[in-house]
């Protein structure tokens, strides 16, 4: 997969049509979950459920912001293990499902949920295994296509905005802190050396979709190593913090892999020198 180009193209979309995707389609997203789908952590056992619209009452009062689920013609929903680092996991292969559907030409919208057994019990889903992630997909309102989640405040988003509205991301210069955290002295400098292919890698992570497009994290670079560290976020609870962590990750490593060979993170590592209160070490590569 050209994963620069579909971490590009991608973007959440809203509203869907009735229009079903093919069968085809869907069997060749099965046949690359169970194939070609990179694990963060191998271990943790998944299962990958396809549903399709008649789902939706079932999903309607657990997914979606303020219980608003998305009305699309099919959901995924990625089933894990329980483990401390479940949603991590489902975070970073979900995310790697949908830039595969956004090969496919096919639209995707994460959604957030609350309680794994409510909809387990409403879809009568015998598998032992929780629900770990859930992303609606299909294809977009045309109309529709351009717009971004109009992110009024916390308390007002309004998923039915008429004006194009874009979610401002945070750029690589936020993202990446180098030595001690907020420091940016040497930053181009590091980039130009490893010439452009970390900025790619860091552009790449800059792109992610996060819940209410908190980006509640960042990098900090020390020597040849990169931590991936979580800030506190007063909207973000755990499970969305730990998705938003993995699709990160995803993102970085898909570009960095593919000059820097695989990328293999270390999770929970020691915190970093002098890291600030309030922030944690959620995982780092070794280049
Ligand atoms: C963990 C997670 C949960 C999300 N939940 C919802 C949701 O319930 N409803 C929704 O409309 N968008 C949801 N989103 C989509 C974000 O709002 C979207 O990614 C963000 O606004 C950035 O826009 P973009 O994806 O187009 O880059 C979620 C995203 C993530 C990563």
């Keep these: 997969m050209n994963y620069s180009a579909m971490i590009q193209n991608r973007r ?14 869907i069997g060749q997203l099965r046949s690359y979950y169970e194939k070609t789908c990179p694990r963060l952590v191998p271990e943790i056992a998944t299962e990958l459920i396809v549903l399709d619209k008649d789902a939706q009452p079932a999903l309607e009062s657990s997914a979606g912001y303020n219980q608003f689920l998305i009305g699309a013609p099919h959901y995924l929903l990625l089933m894990s293990a329980p483990h401390s680092y479940a949603a991590i996991n489902a975070g970073y292969m ?6 595969k559907l956004t090969e496919l030409d096919i639209d995707t919208c994460w959604m957030t949920f609350t309680d794994s057994d409510k909809i387990k019990k409403a879809l009568s889903l015998a598998t032992p295994l929780e629900v770990a992630a859930i992303v609606a997909f299909g294809y977009g309102e045309k109309t529709a296509k351009k717009l971004r989640l109009n992110i009024l405040s916390m308390s007002q988003i309004d998923v039915r905005a008429e004006q194009q509205y874009y979610a401002p991301k945070k750029g690589v210069h936020d993202l990446v802190h180098m030595g001690s955290w907020s420091n940016k002295s040497g930053l181009d400098e590091m980039m130009d050396f490893y010439d452009d292919m970390l900025w790619q890698s860091f552009y790449a992570a800059s792109l992610s979709p996060s819940y209410l497009n908190r980006q509640p994290y960042g990098f900090l670079v020390q020597d040849h190593s990169i931590y991936l560290v979580q800030q506190e976020d007063a909207y973000t609870d755990n499970l969305d913090a730990a998705l938003d962590l993995g699709i990160v990750m995803l993102h970085f490593s898909a570009v960095a892999s593919k000059w820097a ?3 293999r993170w270390e999770l929970s590592p020691a915190a970093p020198d002098g890291l600030p209160e309030g922030l944690r070490s959620a995982a780092v590569y070794h280049m």
């Design 12 to 25: 959440s979309v809203h509203a869907f049509r009735e229009k079903e995707v093919p069968s085809e389609a």
């Design 94 to 99: 979900m995310e790697d499902l949908v830039l």
């Design 261 to 263: 060979g695989q990328v």
